[in-house]
């Protein structure tokens, strides 16, 4: 969709020909248009007239002052490219994005390709429980990564496409992350309990791994929120399912340990049926 200004923009940076940094009676404003940044310099009026295609804002003061240090120490060209991919996210998604994802994701990219030039290892942990659990988002970060092979002709590993994700994730979800970290790191964590209890190696590329991931997730919104299941078979797989369920405590103690709360048994029962599908599975 484009805009019309409703009054006249005054240029105070051109990050690229299609990004660019404006005034508007005090306030600042991140524009993003084809071309628009094209022979265009500092102190520059824009036209009432000119159509762009997207307005970001900095409303919240802190993340105004973040971005302006941040614009004093990134280079120009890879804050544009950065806010070309918060466009493309922005436009995937149809909706609009926390504005801290202009500080966060730009300085993200920023320290990773620093550390890409001095030739350290990206590890992510969690690059397949990222994955597993925000499918949207991990397919976007997978665009975006592209955008910034192509653009700086440089080749990222595929664990940037996990912490991307996180970062769309969070944007989404009112600037927030910590919950996302915690569930990549129960869920791995969870995941090697099983592992080694059993003995056996869980193919992250499986329905059932899929499934019980997923369980995972809602298993610790549910505990936060306070909000349990019922499991009216609890008895039935107690006695099936004895070693999967005594396992299945295990995790849940660890669940109650992380979180701080307690684990009824309705969801031990739940998670018992995920344990025996992976002994079968293997």
Same mark, same amino acid.
Do not use: W
């Given at each position: ?19 660019? !940094? ?12 084809? $071309?628009? $940044?094209? $022979?265009? =310099?500092?102190?520059?009026?824009? +036209?009432? #007239?000119?159509?762009?295609? /997207? ?15 941040? *614009? ?16 493309? @996210? ?6 609009? !994005?926390?504005?801290?994802? =202009? ?5 993200? @990219?920023?320290?990773?390709? #620093? ?26 970060? #997978? ?6 092979? #192509? ?10 496409? $996990?912490?991307?994700?996180? =970062?769309?994730? +969070?944007?989404r979800n009112n600037g927030k992350l910590s919950n996302t970290i915690k569930y990549a790191f129960l869920s791995n964590s969870i995941i090697e309990l099983i592992e080694d209890s059993l003995d056996l190696e869980i193919d992250t590329g499986s329905i059932d791994y899929a499934r019980?991931?997923? =369980? ?19 008895? *039935? ?12 405590? /295990? *995790?849940?103690?660890l669940l109650a340990s992380e979180l701080q709360l307690n684990v009824m048994e309705d969801e031990v029962a739940y998670i018992a049926v995920h344990i025996e599908k992976f002994k079968h599975a293997s």
């Amino acid at each position: 969709m484009n805009f019309l200004f409703k009054a006249d923009y005054t240029i105070q940076k051109v990050f690229n020909n299609n990004v660019l !940094l404006v005034t508007q009676k005090n306030s600042e404003k991140i524009l993003f248009g084809k $071309g628009l $940044g094209f $022979g265009k =310099h500092f102190g520059d009026i824009l +036209s009432s #007239k000119t159509e762009i295609d /997207k307005i970001f804002s900095l409303d919240d003061k802190t993340n105004y002052h973040n971005f302006k240090e941040l *614009v004093t120490t990134v280079d120009n060209e890879l804050i544009g490219l950065c806010e070309e991919i918060i466009f493309m @996210i922005s436009k995937e998604l149809n909706e609009d !994005l926390n504005e801290k994802i =202009h500080i966060s994701l730009t300085d993200h @990219i920023a320290f990773t390709l #620093k550390r890409l030039k001095q030739n350290d290892e990206i590890i992510n942990p969690f690059l397949v429980e990222t994955e597993t659990l925000y499918k949207r988002e991990f397919e976007i970060a #997978k665009k975006a990564v592209s955008m910034l092979e #192509k653009k700086l002709n440089i080749i990222i590993p595929d664990g940037e496409i $996990g912490f991307i994700t996180l =970062h769309i994730h +969070s944007a989404r979800n009112n600037g927030k992350l910590s919950n996302t970290i915690k569930y990549a790191f129960l869920s791995n964590s969870i995941i090697e309990l099983i592992e080694d209890s059993l003995d056996l190696e869980i193919d992250t590329g499986s329905i059932d791994y899929a499934r019980f991931i997923t =369980h995972i997730r809602f298993a610790i919104e549910r505990l936060i929120n306070n909000t349990p299941i019922r499991n009216e078979l609890i008895d *039935v797989i107690k006695k099936q399912y004895s070693d999967s369920y005594t396992l299945a405590q /295990k *995790v849940c103690n660890l669940l109650a340990s992380e979180l701080q709360l307690n684990v009824m048994e309705d969801e031990v029962a739940y998670i018992a049926v995920h344990i025996e599908k992976f002994k079968h599975a293997s």
